[in-house]
């Protein structure tokens, strides 16, 4: 089946210990994204990747890396996590790399919360 | 499920009515248009897309219109059944960026 994995499902964890969240899709996609969605905003971008290697800020990036060693995969990276980034965080893929417009096909979603 | 927004405007429904469900977009430089739809506990489901050269595109029991004058999308959904209560939200594509914009969305209900 054709899809987007995301874990863990729900993490709760402290202010400053370092967690990833993994995100992988069995689409041979070229595009991946992370978001974040929180009450009364629509869903926000924080990391996208084109490609393999190539990865580039969206609109809310701080507190947040990511990485793209290998296509299926886009692990995000709260290296010190803070309270406010507690929030429901989605990977979404698409087909082409390029500056297309295409539909994202989202994964389950990760709640985190951060005390 | 998680509250994917406190305050969603709703829309109620009778099982069997047709539902419409509008979206303003924001950008004018906009050329790519998608609705989604959430269930609670779930990720966003794509259900239709448009282009901006389109002004109608029709799928199985849902329709978007684009009006790009005043910069407004609407999904109808024929024939509303239980299983189409769930968030309903538009994206947009800024031509030639990577950049989306999601709208917040509407809550629809479908009463039996």
């Known amino acids: 089946e054709a899809q987007v994995t995301q874990n863990p499902r729900y993490l709760i964890t402290v202010t400053g210990k370092k967690l990833t969240v993994t995100c992988s899709q069995n689409?041979?996609?070229?595009?991946m994204s992370w978001y974040r969605q929180d009450p009364g905003l629509g869903l926000r971008q924080i990391y996208y990747?084109?490609?393999?290697?190539?990865?580039d800020k969206g609109d809310v990036p701080e507190g947040y890396k990511v990485s793209r060693k290998e296509k299926r995969n886009f692990p995000l990276i709260l290296e010190s996590p803070s309270p406010n980034q507690t929030s429901l965080y989605f990977c979404?893929?698409?087909?082409?790399?390029?500056?297309?417009?295409?539909?994202?096909?989202f994964g389950p979603g990760t709640r985190l919360l951060v005390l | 499920g998680e509250n994917v927004g406190l305050h969603l405007p709703t829309l109620s429904v009778q099982e069997g009515d047709n539902s419409i469900i509008n979206c303003a977009y924001s950008n004018s430089a906009s050329d790519y248009f998608i609705w989604y739809k959430q269930e609670s506990g779930k990720g966003p489901q794509f259900i239709i897309d448009i282009r901006s050269n389109m002004d109608k595109r029709q799928g199985q029991r849902v329709t978007v219109l684009l009006n790009k004058t005043v910069k407004h999308l609407s999904l109808q959904i024929a024939a509303t059944q239980p299983g189409d209560s769930a968030v309903y939200f538009c994206?947009?594509?800024?031509?030639?960026?990577?950049?989306?914009?999601f709208g917040t969305g509407t809550r629809l209900k479908v009463l039996a």
């Open positions: 990747s084109m490609n393999v290697e190539v990865t």
């Open positions: 994206a947009e594509n800024i031509a030639g960026t990577y950049k989306y914009i």
């Open positions: 979404a893929s698409r087909l082409t790399g390029g500056v297309v417009g295409e539909t994202q096909y």
């Open positions: 689409m041979n996609h070229e595009y």
